[in-house]
């Protein structure tokens, strides 16, 4: 059973910039693909990025060019850099591998 741990979340001014970390143990990391997923007050949780095993990646319209998704199999890791963060980016922040492994999230805020 895998289990993921996020962090790096928090309060920050539009504009402003974070950086998640999400730590797996319990699989074989390097194998699996890993996504990042965000679910905002009243609304259904939606894909944010992801990236597969070999370190090809994919995001969501509403964040490219902002997001990066990064992944360090050496320390069982995967990052999300926000740059240019806006308030409609405000969510709990979920870390994903497969179909039922998710982290416990990280609340993300954006706001003046």
């Known amino acids: 059973q895998v289990q993921l741990v996020e962090s790096g979340g928090g309060l920050v001014q539009p504009g402003g910039s974070l950086r998640l970390s999400c730590a797996a143990s319990?699989?074989?990391?390097?194998?699996?693909?890993m996504g990042w997923y965000r679910q905002a007050p009243g609304k259904q949780r939606e894909f944010v990025a992801a990236?597969?095993?070999?370190?090809?990646?994919s995001y969501a319209d509403s964040v490219k060019g902002r997001f990066t998704i990064s992944r360090d199999n050496a320390q069982n890791t995967v990052y999300l850099q926000m740059n240019s963060l806006k308030p409609e980016d405000t969510a709990v922040y979920y870390c994903?591998?497969?179909?039922?492994?998710w982290g416990q999230g990280t609340q993300v805020t954006v706001s003046s």
């Open positions: 994903n591998q497969g179909p039922t492994s």
């Open positions: 990236i597969t095993s070999s370190g090809s990646t």
């Open positions: 319990g699989s074989i990391f390097r194998i699996f693909a």
